[in-house]
């Protein structure tokens, strides 16, 4: 479980780019790319240090109007997910 | 796949010249009759037409990237074409000022090729003393703020070090450490008596490197490629001929992998002559072995077909003679002896080393 007050960062590795030819958010690493959904590439796009988890839920419940409990077990899935693979930092390391 | 492929990395082999002589090296037996016929203009379109057709990532390469003089321009090209940039280098020779210039174009990542723990092993298997240069150039990438990649190719003489081989990786900071046991194509075929390892070491080091990856989650990458010879089942190979990669060869040939032009009888188009795009799409070279059509039995009829693609063309062609036949080292080739017999020489005393150089060795290895 990341901190809801932890300000995630992409990885030094790691870049987000727009994939022009399928019209999705794609992020690259070395000999790697994963492609992201719309709500990914939403998360991804916060995940700047500037932002909270716990502010990141928040934007996402209001674009989408729903319940920030329901969105914040999806961003925590989805960052844990990237944290393990090394795409994300969480502050402290 | 009812899907249109599209690639989404190129590998540009930028010249197969190196100041290393890797014993396992992957370049062709006769990589001295090639030569780096493509100009810095060809590169820039390769690289333009690349990203045209779907082409996400680059990884510059070679031989050694650092020989081209216009490695900088075909940087600051990829990074204007938001390609991430990966520099593939045995990490000389190259100056600090150099690395910087190649950071402020935009270069994404570093990867350092380190082929041992210690100075005599390491400089023992490149054929040259460099490893101390090495761990210089890898700094240096920390230093700068670049993302580092450690690559060690992994072989009977120093499986048993991945433990102190992690070491080093975290001692330098590394983001990822990439532990690739050595695929027999190439020079490594050549020596491949040398260079085969016991199933007790590679499940020693296999288990180490697990443990690692686990320890290090979120802090260093670590990816243990297991080899073929000691697998159930073959790898993917380049996710699929002509599926996901397109490499350029020095002079200029579009291939579905690194290995492709020594299987006779198939014709590569360049490209000076062609598009990239038509290349990719209808080439006779590009097309001989996508999809399915192609195999054999028991690929044909295999529910993994789909999940190896029959395993690796070169492989099956430089132990059977057929690149359309099974990869052997799938278990339910016809032909799996050829990998038991290989196998089972290890318990042998390992033979001599034969360096890369640019005389083709003899066929006996």
Known sequence: MIADDARPTLAAKVRLRWDRRASRYMLLYPQRGLVLNATGADIVQLCTGEHTVGGIVDQLAGKYAREPADVAQQVQTFLARLAERGLIRCGDE | ?365
């Open chain 2, 1 to 365: 796949m009812s899907e249109e492929p599209r690639p989404y990395t190129l590998v540009a082999e930028l010249t197969y010249r190196c100041p290393l002589r890797c014993v396992y090296c992957s370049n062709p037996l006769d990589w001295a009759s090639h030569t780096d016929a493509l100009s810095t203009e060809d590169w820039l379109r390769v690289l333009r037409e690349a990203e045209e057709l779907g082409v996400v990532q680059v990884n510059l390469t070679g031989g050694e990237p650092l020989l081209r003089d216009d490695l900088e321009a075909l940087v600051e090209e990829a990074q204007r074409l938001e390609l991430y940039t990966n520099l593939i280098t045995s990490g000389i020779p190259l100056a600090r000022e150099r690395l910087e210039r190649l950071k402020r174009l935009g270069l994404d990542n570093v990867q350092v090729s380190i082929q041992d723990v210690t100075a005599p092993a390491s400089d023992r298997i490149a054929g040259l003393r460099s490893f101390e240069r090495k761990l210089q150039v890898a700094r240096w990438v920390k230093e700068l703020g670049l993302p580092l990649t450690v690559n060690t190719v992994l072989h009977r003489d120093n499986l048993d070090h991945v433990g102190e081989i992690v070491t080093l990786a975290e001692s330098l900071a590394a983001d990822r450490l990439e532990l690739a046991n050595t695929q027999y194509l190439g020079w490594a075929l050549v020596n491949r008596q040398a260079l085969l390892p016991t199933r007790g070491q590679l499940e020693r080091a296999r288990d180490l490197a697990r443990a690692a990856r686990r320890r290090l989650t979120g802090r260093m990458e670590v990816l243990f490629v297991t080899p073929d010879y000691y697998a159930e089942f073959p790898k993917a190979c380049m996710d699929g001929w002509g599926r996901r990669f397109i490499v350029i060869s020095p002079d200029g040939l579009a291939l579905p992998c690194h290995a492709a032009r020594t299987l006779p009888g198939l014709v590569f188009d360049n490209v000076r002559q062609r598009s990239l795009g038509e290349i990719w799409r209808d080439s006779a070279g590009f097309t001989a072995f996508r999809g399915e059509s192609w195999m054999a039995e028991p690929c044909r009829s295999c529910e993994r077909r789909g999940l190896d693609f029959g395993g690796c063309r070169c492989q099956a062609f430089h132990l059977t003679g057929d690149a359309a036949a099974t990869d052997p080292a799938c278990s339910l080739s016809p032909q799996h002896t050829l990998i038991e017999t290989a196998r089972a020489a290890t318990a042998e005393p390992a033979a001599e080393l034969i360096f890369r150089s640019p005389r083709r060795p003899s066929p006996t290895g």
